[in-house]
């Protein structure tokens, strides 16, 4: 590359819970930079999951980043060109990715489930998660699934 990366941006916490994961989803829920909005988005979710979650001793916080973790993929696969064919190669992801993975797609499946507001979705969706089904563990699967297929293609590594 012929640029410099560019720098980190440091991120702030969020002011209810004084979390950086926190933060990082709210900002990627975010749309047209509406942050207040993301903001009641995201703890009326907790709200809602603390309801639905009664029988559990967890805290609302805590069922949602155990279900970030459930739907958290470890491999992914990626095009590499060998010869004239396309081989779909496994790959480690590194924490960063992970993390942006399980995010977006935790937000991307509880836009397309059916519901009245953001709020309700994305509570079902981070329940759903937590219980170890859904759309975005599902995509998780089917990545680990597709990444299993083709472990013989993993030595064209790159």
Do not use: C
Request: aromatic letters at 8%; glycine letters at 6%; hydrophobic letters at 40%.
């Amino acid at each position: 590359m012929r640029k410099t990366k560019p720098k980190k941006r440091i991120l702030l916490p969020d002011p209810k819970y004084n979390d950086l994961l926190v933060a990082r989803f709210i900002n990627d829920l975010m749309k047209d930079g509406k942050k207040s909005i993301a903001y009641s988005i995201f703890y009326d979710t907790l709200d809602i999951v603390e309801k639905r979650m009664k029988d559990t001793e967890l805290t609302p916080l805590e069922v949602w980043k155990k279900a970030l973790e459930n739907i958290t993929p470890a491999v992914e696969v990626k095009s590499r060109r060998v010869g004239g064919a396309t081989f779909q190669v496994p790959m480690e992801i590194r924490q960063e990715r992970k993390v942006a993975i399980s995010i977006k797609n935790l937000i991307l499946f509880a836009g397309k489930r059916s519901g009245k507001s953001m709020s309700d979705k994305l509570a079902a969706e981070v329940v759903a998660a937590y219980n170890g089904e859904g759309g975005a563990f599902k995509k998780k699967e089917d990545t680990h699934r597709m990444a299993e297929a083709n472990r013989a293609f993993a030595h064209f590594r790159f």
